[in-house]
């Protein structure tokens, strides 16, 4: 095993009930209603899609920069407030670090909120950092895993990633590498080259270099 990487909202941090809560607020500001079952149409994706999907639900005219500008000035204020890391993942972090395991954080999230998440989780745990500002593609294509792998000189086979949504498992399969799933807001299924827990108090270093092909 060669490096590991950490999904960031929904994994590493309990952030999808803080999504919910900006999105409902900016729908109202557009005048319509929000759910948790719009939610789910938009786990793991990127920015843009989010603020789409808000416009053609609300039928509002409002731009997609005012809307994107309401979105992520809510996740960074609320986010400078404090993060809930998720069960597990700091004690896998530092386990991996303990055992000198290369670890980068890989989200769909902008850079300025991955910054806020960053500053309450510690920048200095990553030895790579990967944005939507960082790739042309967001999962569930490769390019975030990839982008990874290349910035810490490792071979994607070689590597396992974390992730909670079918769009980044989608993206970590497609990049080749073996993906831990811990569903959050969608059910995602066991497959070769996948395993599925409830936590990530589930895995240990060992248990993640056992998945990796001989």
Not at 94 to 109: I, K, N, Q, Y
Not at 144 to 168: F, H, I, K, M, Q
């Amino acid at each position: 095993m060669e490096a590991v990487f950490f999904d960031m909202d929904g994994l590493l941090v309990d952030t999808e009930k803080v999504w919910l809560e900006i999105e409902t607020g900016v729908m109202a500001r557009l005048g319509g209603e929000w759910s948790p079952e719009h939610q789910t149409h938009l786990v793991g994706g990127s920015m843009e899609r989010t603020v789409e999907y808000m416009l053609a639900v609300s039928g509002s005219d409002a731009s997609e920069a005012t809307v994107r500008e309401w979105m992520v000035s809510g996740m960074v204020t609320t986010l400078n407030g404090g993060v809930e890391v998720m069960p597990g993942a700091s004690e896998l972090l530092d386990a991996l670090r303990d055992e000198g395991v290369p670890v980068a954080l890989v989200t769909s999230s902008l850079r300025e909120i991955a910054d806020a998440v960053l500053k309450a989780v510690g920048r200095d745990r990553f030895d790579a950092i990967v944005t939507a500002d960082d790739v042309t593609r967001t999962k569930p294509d490769p390019e975030p895993y990839l982008t990874a792998a290349r910035l810490l000189g490792v071979e994607p086979v070689r590597c396992v990633v974390l992730e909670d949504s079918p769009n980044g498992v989608a993206a970590g399969t497609a990049a080749g590498c073996t993906v831990v799933a811990v569903p959050s807001l969608l059910p995602i299924d066991p497959a070769p080259g996948r395993l599925v827990v409830s936590s990530l108090t589930e895995v240990t270093p060992a248990d993640l270099r056992a998945l990796i092909p001989a």
